[in-house]
């Protein structure tokens, strides 16, 4: 069966400093990946998928960037947190033109 | 401008009762449509979806209906359970397997 995996669970990184998330992905092969910010009181927005290696599309312009260095690792990272960047992050994977998206446990991130 | 919107951000349910989560989107290009329902610090996990060639998908206690014309679509959960309280967010693509836009989330709370 399939497992994604995200961590660290909670986060706390003082403004300024870099970010790096990782989520990875078990049981499948080529999927298709991505991440979304769930900031308070707001929906889901997509920031970035990956359909493969080193293919990575942005939904939304901002501070953060994503990797695809493995099939089925997927890193979303910052150079220099915002305090706006403070929000729970969630990874998730489909199969290629697939119906659902399943989520990762997500990461809270508090930016201070 | 938000594509997907769920304009009740809380619905209280006595248990037992009927659960109708509500969403709008302004996009009529959009033809397929997922919910999922999320709890605290874990991620969402899907529950059903319905085409735009259907009006009506059913699984167990829950059904989506969609009402092309009107750009609407609603959860009903019956009979509604404490368990089920949780936020419930509704999302919408393009075609299968395409990236999906999501509202911003309803929060249930069934009542015992």
């Known amino acids: 069966s399939q497992t994604i995996h995200q961590w660290p669970a909670t986060l706390v990184q003082p403004v300024g400093s870099p970010l790096s998330l990782e989520c990875t992905v078990e049981?499948?092969?080529?999927?298709?990946l991505y991440w979304y910010r769930q900031a308070a009181g707001r929906g889901l927005q997509l920031l970035f998928y990956?359909?493969?290696?080193?293919?990575i599309s942005s939904e939304v312009p901002q501070n953060l960037s994503a990797s695809r260095p493995q099939d089925r690792q997927f890193i979303l990272s910052s150079k220099k947190l915002l305090l706006s960047d403070s929000g729970f992050y969630l990874c998730?994977?489909?199969?290629?033109?697939?119906?659902?998206?399943?989520f990762g446990p997500g990461t809270r991130l508090l930016v201070l | 401008d938000q594509q997907v919107k769920q304009n009740s951000p809380s619905l209280s349910v006595q248990e037992g009762r009927i659960s109708i989560l509500n969403c709008d989107y302004t996009?009529?290009?959009?033809?397929?449509f997922l919910w999922y329902k999320k709890y605290p610090a874990e991620g969402p996990t899907f529950l059903i979806s319905?085409?735009?060639?259907?009006d009506k998908n059913e699984d167990g206690r829950f059904t989506v209906f969609l009402n092309k014309s009107a750009k609407h679509l609603s959860l009903h959960i019956v009979p509604s359970q404490p368990g089920d309280s949780a936020v419930y967010f509704c999302?919408?693509?393009?075609?299968?397997?395409?990236?999906?836009?999501f509202g911003p989330g309803t929060r249930l709370s069934v009542l015992p």
């Open positions: 998730a994977w489909s199969v290629e033109g697939g119906e659902t998206q399943y």
């Open positions: 049981g499948t092969s080529n999927p298709n």
């Open positions: 990956s359909v493969g290696i080193g293919q």
């Open positions: 996009n009529s290009m959009f033809d397929y």
């Open positions: 319905i085409s735009s060639i259907k």
């Open positions: 999302a919408a693509s393009l075609s299968y397997g395409q990236n999906f836009v």
